[in-house]
Structure formats: structure tokens, C-alpha cells
């Protein structure tokens, strides 16, 4: 015994284990798990949300950092006490999507972490295929943030953003924000819609331009800096049915909106502004390796700001009060866990 | 006097009137119109709904042949007695969409027989720049449907449709059959969906595989002959819910949808599907100059089965009962307007 995990049962509850960890099997690595971030799908889950997808009690968490604690059989090109994250995607390589080149969206993707168990524990078997390596000097808790980071990335090329294009983010929470920074560092005019005062402060502090649409006219700002022709890209990461409005209301003819927020059901669209001006609505979902790689690099240069997004670091035993402190709407970005302990 | 204009007067509302021809100004050309198709723009016109649009009583009619008649001063390149047809888009040339390459989505576009007098007149003065040359041994009746089919073109043209791909084509009104018709000239696999009787007889008599989702699951068809995969392409032409519903639903991963039909208020649409396969959605409205020349070549090389297209020829007098025979349900597909006397 001597190791803890922290399964989810369903219902939104949330309990520890005590357990000897298995020995990695052949192909697999045992990671010594550091940091694992909580994020909305978390969230979701822990509202009873996808409870049909996390079919046994197992820990959740796909948002993670730590070191390679011991190899499995025929594993090569690793070594124990390599920094690492996991990019948490298990494909099945022999569906349409896999040969067609999109393995990322696979017809029977397994989302490690959510399909199968996650990184709340204190070691954690994974197939080595899903490692991506971290540099030797980076920050753990900073690395924590690589797979968000991805997500953004992801994103980012799906659109791909260019230097002195238009961009407008609606909903500031970390991916938002994240694909706020990211934009801005390829060389984007972005602007930020968001209605919470906490995220507006925080993107005052990480200098991206924002409109809180509650009390300013979103579309009238937009047009003004864009010399009345609408913007070039649009990211709807708010999930809200404002938001989609908001995205076919402020792009230009020809322009490009990305849907990165999850509708839960089908909400109005202005199907007629799609076809009126031409737009493209595109989907982005999770990430390709490049995006996580990448990421990795966004986050080891310091572009993206980790210390200002990670509002807290609590103990891997207190993973249910984090979930309860996000849910609160207390006025924090990304919380941590540590699973060193 | 001696010429006869058929004005829309609002409201549904049309008269005829008499007139003497002014000369074509410079820069202008006077066309002895021939034939003029009605199309479900007009049908919405002589409901009432764009009288916003037809500020005064002219004629409207955009899908039209002809012959020039007179050359106003300055015109080069044209001759008396050339077939011409008109692509029917005047934009300004100063907006940013003009000045982003996309003049036929200009911002301020006069859209020619809608916003500005159109063809359902004997004589009909335009400008040079918007003629498109017909050949000379091309029937002055079968050129009437340049107009539709470059329409379709633009359509194809914007969705790259390529050979081999998996198409579906959700409604078969004229749009939606002649978008069938040259994907199948491009080599993909096409598949029709459509509820009306009569238009599943002409897909069947063009050779078109159509299902009826009223009585078929379309859905489960698609995966039966994609392979589990789901379509390409699907092209929503209906302008219905149901129809925005089942494009979501038959695209593959990462496949794309195109707006042609136009929906009149925000339909609820399927975004978490645009989010989980990464469809791109893109809108495709009139046509480029491109396309409208394709569209003389695909109409003169016999592509298009402009006889089995054209239910019936009516003489100008009576455009008000041709647009009646539309709107009863009537078994036609194209009534073209005589407006040679």
C-alpha cells in the first residue's frame, strides 16, 4: 500500500484509495505523477455529467506532469526520472478518421483520464506512445499547464491565426485566455469578450484588450477596429448561446469562426449570416501531436504566463474541495494538484 | 411605346406597363431579352418578402439570355446581335470585401433584378461589365439557366467537391438537382435527399440515387455507403431545419457542410457535432465571374439537361400566372418567361 488515488464513483463523488501500484506492463511506463490540473471537462464530470463514460470508479485528471518512475518491457528511448507529460489520446488507428490521417478524433477514441483512469494518484501506468517528453529544467507545476496549452494551440492552427489578423476571443477562461496569448504572440490584434469582472482583470493584467458584452455593444467595437469590415477570426470558447450569436455577429465576409466550446444541445445559429457572408465554422477538439508539442514549447519559453494562471496548489487528499472551490466561482483560474504526496 | 416591362409592385403585386426605351447610357449595353427564368428568389419576392428590397415598381428577373441590341457610348468588345447573358452583380469596388478579392459578397452589393430593375421586360438596358458571353450556336432558352447553374457551380467550386468523394445533396429543387448533376460530372458519388415525389422522379429519370428521409433513415443509408465513415460533403439546400439537422448528422469527420439554402430565422443547430467531428461549416452565396463562365461551358457542352429542366415557356404577359403555377405545387421545376414580345 502507500500510495493514494482518488477515484470518482459518479454521482459527483469523489473518494481516496490506498493501493499498490501494479508494475508497468509491456510498452507501458509507471509515472511518478506531480501536478494535475483540474479543467472543465473535470468539472463536468464531477456534476454527474458523463458518468455513463467513466464506467468503474478510477481517478480522473489528463492535465498532468511528473517523471518516469520505471519502464515496462520493450520500451526504448525513455529512462526513469525523464520529466514528462502524456498527451491523454488512445486511438484505435484502423478507424476511418485514423486512416484518413485524424487520429485525434477517432471513431472510438479512448480520452485517458476521462475513458480510462487519469493522473489523480500517485503513480500512473501509461503506454509509452502517449509520452511527451518535457525539458530537463522545466518547472514541473509550469508543465502542468502544456496539455490547456494544446488544446489552445490546437486551436490556433485549426484557425491558422496570422500576424495582423483580427481576432476575437469570446469567454475568458483559460482557454480563452490561452488562445488570447497565443494569438497575440503570432502577431494578432485580439480582443477578448468576456462578462466576469475577475477574468476582464485578468486579462487587463496579461495586457489583451477586452469588452465585457454585458455593458458594451461587441459588435460596434469590433467593427470600429476593423474599419467597419468584421473580424477575420472569431473563437466561440464561452459555450453559451450568446457566444454563438456573438461569433456570426462580429466576422467579416470570408471570415473564420472556430467552435471550441461544448454546446450541451443544439442553440440557435444565424445560419443565414453563414451563408450571407460566406463564413467558415469550423470545429477544433482536443489536439494533434504537433499542438502538444508545441505547447511544450509556449510553455518552457515563458509566453505562456503560468505563474499568473495558477491561482493555487492544494494536496492530491483535497481533490474534492478544489472541485468545490472552482464550482464556487471564486475568483481563480487554474488549480492545481499536487500528487507528490 | 411598344415594349412591355412587367413591374412588381410590392405586395405581390405585379402590372404590366408599356414603354419606349431609353438609349443605353455609356458603358452600357441594350439587351433584347429573350427568355428569363423564375426562381425561388423571385417566388420569395412575390410573397412579399423583400419589398424592403424593390424600392420602386421595375421589373425583377435575374436569370435571363438575350441578344445586345444597342451599344451605349464607350462600349468595346461587343457587337450588335452578340447572345449574352448577365451575371447580375454590381458591387462597388471600395469596400473590404472588394478589396479582399470578394466583390460578389461586396458590402454594399446591388444585386441586379432584386435591388435594381431586372429582366421580365422586352428591352433591358445594363451595364457591359456585367455581360458574360454566350457561344453563338447555344439555344437562347437553355442559356436562360446560366444563371442556376453557376449558382450550383459556386457552390461545388466552394467545397472543392473533388472525384470519389461521398456527396449528399439534402433538397432537390432546381439548385439542389443541379449541384447533383455537376458533382456526378466531377466524379463523386452523389446521393439526393429529398421528401417531394416529383423530385425524386426527376432524380431518378437523371439517374441520381436519391433517398426519401421521410421514409429512409438518410443517416443510416450515408453509413451504409461510406463504410461506417459518413460523407464528404453535404450540401444543405433545403433551407429547412430538418435539412441543417441532417447535414451535421451524415458528415464524416473533418467533413464539410455548405450553406446554399437560405434559413429565414436562426435554426437550432447541432454545434457539439461541428466541435466532436471538426466539421467546417462554410456558407456559398451567388457566384463568381469564374463560376458563371463555367457555368455558359456546362450549359453549352450538354452537361446540364436543360430540356428535362425546363417544365414550360410562357409568354411575359403572363409572368403573374407562371409565378401562381410555382407557388400551386405544380409538378415543374423551371418555367422560363418568353420576353421576346
Redesign the interface.
Known sequence: MGQLAIDYHGSGVFKPREYDPEAPSSGQVQIAVAYTGICGTDLTISHGGMDGRVKEPWPIGHEMSGTIDELGAGVEGWNVGDKVTVMPLDWDGTC??CL?G?NH?C?NLNFVGIDSPGALQNRWNVKADWLVRLPEDLDLKTAALVEPVAVAQHDIN?AAVEAGQKVVVIGGGPIGLLIAIIARNRGADVLLSEVAASRLELAAEFGVPAVNPASDDLGEVVLQR?????ADLAFEVSGSVPG??AMTDVL???GTGV???????????????????????????VYERADFEEAVRLVADGTIPADALISDVMPLSETAAAVQRLDSGENVVKLLIDCQS
Open positions: 476511418s478518421a484518413a485524424y478524433i471513431q485549426r476593423t474599419d467597419g469590415a468584421g454563438v450569436k467579416r465576409r470570408r467552435i471550441v466550446g461544448i454546446q450541451p444541445k443544439a442553440p440557435p445559429v444565424d445560419v443565414f449570416q453563414i451563408f450571407w457572408k460566406e463564413l467558415s465554422i469550423i470545429g477544433a477538439r
